[in-house]
C-alpha cells in the first residue's frame, strides 16, 4: 500500500508533521505516555517524521513514560532498522540505544556494545565527552554481574524490499546529524546515568 497525500489531515504533510510534533511534545511536558505515543506515530506516517531522527528519540520517550524501557529500545531499532540512514543520525540512534540499556536496564555490557560503535559519529549536541562516557560504561561494564543480554543486537539498516513508500516522503532538507528542534524536551531521557 503506499502512502495516499489526499489522506493526510488538512492535506498538507508538512503542516500535519508541525502539528503532530506540537501534540507529541505537548504530551510529554504533561507525561502523557499514549499521547505521546499516538503523536508521533501520526508524525511517522503522515508527517514525514520517519526520515527525522529526533522523531525516533521522541517516539522512544513513551515507552520510558510508560515504564517499558524494552519498548523505548525497540523504537530507536524501528528507525535504524528501516528509515535512518546518515551515519551520524544512526551514530544518535545508536547511542541513545546504548543509554537506553545501561540507564533503564542496567545492562552496561550490552549498552557499551552500541556506546563504543557510535562513538565516533555521535554528534556534538547529543554527548560532548564519548571518550569518558564510553570509559564510564566500560568499567560498569567491568563490574556488572548480569550475564545474558536484557536486548537483542542492534538491527542493521534493512529497508523493506517493497520499499519505504507506505508513509509520507520526507518534509524539507535534513542534514545528517543536525540537532533535532525536540532536542531540549528529550535530552533528559538520553542523559547517561
Same mark, same amino acid.
Given at each position: 500500500?503506499?502512502?495516499?497525500?489526499?489522506?493526510?489531515?488538512?492535506?498538507?504533510?508538512?503542516?500535519?508533521? @508541525?502539528?503532530?510534533?506540537?501534540?507529541?511534545?505537548?504530551?510529554?511536558?504533561?507525561? @502523557?505516555?499514549?499521547?505521546?505515543?499516538?503523536?508521533? *506515530?501520526?508524525?511517522?506516517?503522515?508527517?514525514?517524521?520517519?526520515?527525522?531522527?529526533?522523531?525516533?528519540?521522541?517516539?522512544?520517550?513513551?515507552?520510558?513514560?510508560?515504564?517499558?524501557? *524494552?519498548?523505548?529500545?525497540?523504537?530507536?531499532?524501528?528507525?535504524?532498522?528501516?528509515?535512518?540512514?546518515?551515519?551520524?543520525?544512526?551514530?544518535?540512534?545508536?547511542?541513545?540505544?546504548?543509554?537506553?540499556?545501561?540507564?533503564?536496564?542496567?545492562?552496561? *555490557?550490552?549498552?557499551?556494545?552500541?556506546?563504543?560503535?557510535?562513538?565516533? $559519529?555521535? #554528534?556534538?549536541?547529543?554527548?560532548?565527552?564519548?571518550?569518558?562516557?564510553?570509559?564510564?560504561?566500560? @568499567?560498569?561494564?567491568?563490574?556488572?554481574? !548480569?550475564?545474558?543480554?536484557?536486548? !537483542?543486537?542492534?538491527?542493521?539498516?534493512?529497508? #523493506?524490499?517493497?520499499?519505504?513508500?507506505?508513509?509520507?516522503? #520526507?518534509?524539507?532538507? $535534513?542534514?545528517?546529524?543536525?540537532?533535532?528542534?525536540?532536542? @531540549?524536551?528529550?535530552?533528559?531521557?538520553?542523559?547517561?546515568?
Amino acid at each position: 500500500m503506499s502512502f495516499d497525500p489526499a489522506k493526510v489531515p488538512g492535506g498538507d504533510v508538512g503542516c500535519w508533521g @508541525d502539528e503532530c510534533q506540537g501534540k507529541a511534545l505537548a504530551a510529554l511536558a504533561d507525561a @502523557d505516555w499514549r499521547g505521546v505515543y499516538e503523536w508521533t *506515530k501520526s508524525w511517522v506516517g503522515w508527517g514525514g517524521g520517519a526520515w527525522l531522527p529526533g522523531v525516533w528519540l521522541l517516539y522512544a520517550t513513551s515507552g520510558l513514560l510508560h515504564r517499558q524501557p *524494552k519498548t523505548a529500545v525497540h523504537t530507536l531499532d524501528m528507525g535504524l532498522q528501516t528509515w535512518i540512514e546518515g551515519p551520524s543520525d544512526r551514530a544518535a540512534l545508536t547511542w541513545g540505544r546504548g543509554v537506553l540499556v545501561w540507564r533503564y536496564l542496567n545492562d552496561p *555490557k550490552t549498552a557499551l556494545i552500541d556506546m563504543e560503535a557510535a562513538a565516533g $559519529h555521535v #554528534p556534538g549536541w547529543f554527548e560532548k565527552d564519548v571518550l569518558t562516557q564510553v570509559e564510564a560504561c566500560r @568499567d560498569a561494564a567491568r563490574a556488572s554481574r !548480569k550475564r545474558v543480554p536484557t536486548v !537483542k543486537a542492534r538491527p542493521d539498516l534493512a529497508p #523493506p524490499s517493497t520499499g519505504r513508500d507506505f508513509v509520507a516522503p #520526507p518534509v524539507g532538507d $535534513h542534514v545528517d546529524g543536525a540537532r533535532p528542534t525536540m532536542w @531540549d524536551a528529550v535530552a533528559g531521557y538520553f542523559a547517561v546515568p
